[in-house]
């Protein structure tokens, strides 16, 4: 199972903007498919962002698609959220996660831990 490690969370006002990374421990990170999802007090886990292997395709939900960012860096083993015009909404714990395959449609197997994203009003 691959180790996931976040950085980049903390408190912000609205309208700011905050960088999360997630570096992977296994150097099969550049054939992993990766995502990130958030999770608030009382709700379900959401499904935010994804990126295929290669870059070459990615997902963002639509309740962010204009302020949030996916990328990747497979020579630093790391993904990125970039996420701009912070709303309180996206107050919650953001999770890496990871899978198998090139393709990020699908199960993921490997979780990070989760860095705090608060957003005051």
């Known amino acids: 199972q691959v180790q996931l490690v976040e950085s980049g969370g903390g408190l912000v006002q609205a309208g700011g903007s905050l960088r999360l990374s997630c570096v992977a421990s296994?150097?099969?990170?550049?054939?992993?498919?990766m995502g990130w999802f958030r999770q608030s007090p009382g709700k379900e886990r959401e499904f935010v962002a994804a990126?295929?292997?290669?870059?070459?395709?990615?997902y963002v939900a639509a309740s962010v698609k204009e302020r949030f960012t996916i990328s990747r860096d497979n020579g630093k083993d790391t993904m990125y959220l970039q996420m701009n015009r912070l709303k309180p909404g996206a107050t919650a714990v953001y999770y890496c996660a990871s899978r198998s395959g090139s393709s990020w449609r699908g199960l993921f197997e490997s979780w990070g831990q989760g860095p705090q994203v608060t957003v005051s009003a």
């Open positions: 990126i295929s292997a290669e870059s070459d395709s990615t």
């Open positions: 296994r150097r099969t990170f550049s054939r992993n498919a």
